[in-house]
């Protein structure tokens, strides 16, 4: 073999070895990238379960564990909203507005001719006569808007100003294409009431998806680094360090899967995305907030 070929095959090596570097140093940062692109995707579909969750419960007083039971709620149920009657720029409220102004000058005229009594709260009673407001102390300076309850149909009010929402797709984790075909998982969605020590019952909720599913056709080395640092915060025990790797080698039935996943649901730290919590209250927070 004469030198030149020497150098030829050294080059050849050094070139290699150029583009596996430059491959590993890329790999993370194309995982990230994507990654991001499919989690706020992920993120968005799970807010609005959240708020269709919320709004189920401010009519049932519960959660719900069915997707059925939240698109038929959205698509037939009605619910009780607040509307606030009257604008700023409304001519009725301005001068409902200016009457009260009034009404605040004179009651501190009032106040300085007088002691305040102790604690005396300033608050608008739009409903009581001029007269009667000075009289008991109660005017204040402030836009005067009367706020009104009313029923309405859910899916006129609630994700209304979506445009693409679409309740049909609710159940389903999006953003997750392998080798170009578009999958269509679904979430997890659990729900419960769980007795405080004071013995109040809290009704509690969770909607999930692990890392593996809604990452799913990424970089299986780089999922399992992203899983692994998210749970390496958990301090789990020794037998579920075991389990873990067991389920990362591909060792544990799909029984033995579908238990650990819900034993990971109930982790602080969830490899995954999450909203809500079935173990402890966290005021219906999803884990990327």
């Not at 090596?13 to 692109?37: D, Q």
């Not at 109660?138 to 994700?159: C, E, G, N, Y």
């Not at 799913?216 to 360090?241: C, V, W, Y």
């Amino acid at each position: 073999m004469n030198k030149k070929i020497i150098q030829l095959l050294l080059i050849g090596v050094v070139c290699g070895l150029a583009y596996v570097f430059t491959m590993n140093m890329r790999r993370p940062i194309e995982f990230k990238e994507k990654y991001e692109i499919r989690k706020t995707k992920v993120v968005e579909r799970l807010k609005e379960i959240r708020a269709l969750q919320q709004a189920y419960k401010s009519v049932k007083g519960v959660y719900t564990a069915s997707f059925d039971t939240l698109e038929n709620f959205y698509r037939t149920g009605k619910m009780q909203t607040l509307r606030s009657v009257g604008s700023l720029d409304d001519s009725a409220t301005q001068a409902k507005t200016k009457s009260y102004e009034k009404l605040y000058e004179e009651q501190q005229k009032q106040i300085k001719a007088r002691r305040p009594i102790k604690g005396e709260r300033l608050i608008a009673l739009v409903d009581m006569d001029d007269a009667k407001v000075v009289e008991l102390g109660l005017a204040v300076r402030k836009p005067i808007i009367d706020d009104v309850k009313s029923v309405v149909k859910v899916d006129t009010v609630l994700l209304a100003s979506k445009p693409n929402f679409d309740i049909g797709e609710l159940r389903f984790v999006p953003g997750v294409e392998v080798n170009g075909v578009i999958k269509k998982p679904e979430f997890t969605i659990k729900a419960t009431i769980k007795e405080t020590i004071s013995k109040v019952k809290v009704p509690l909720f969770a909607v999930f998806v692990p890392n593996e599913v809604f990452l799913e056709g990424l970089d299986k080395q780089e999922i399992a680094n992203l899983s692994d640092e998210q749970m390496q915060r958990n301090d789990p025990g020794e037998e579920t360090k075991n389990t873990i790797i067991k389920e990362q080698k591909g060792e544990l039935s799909a029984d033995e899967r579908m238990k650990f996943a819900e034993e990971k649901a109930k982790w602080e730290h969830y490899p995954g995305l999450r909203v809500g919590s079935i173990n402890n209250p966290n005021n219906d927070a999803g884990n990327w907030e």
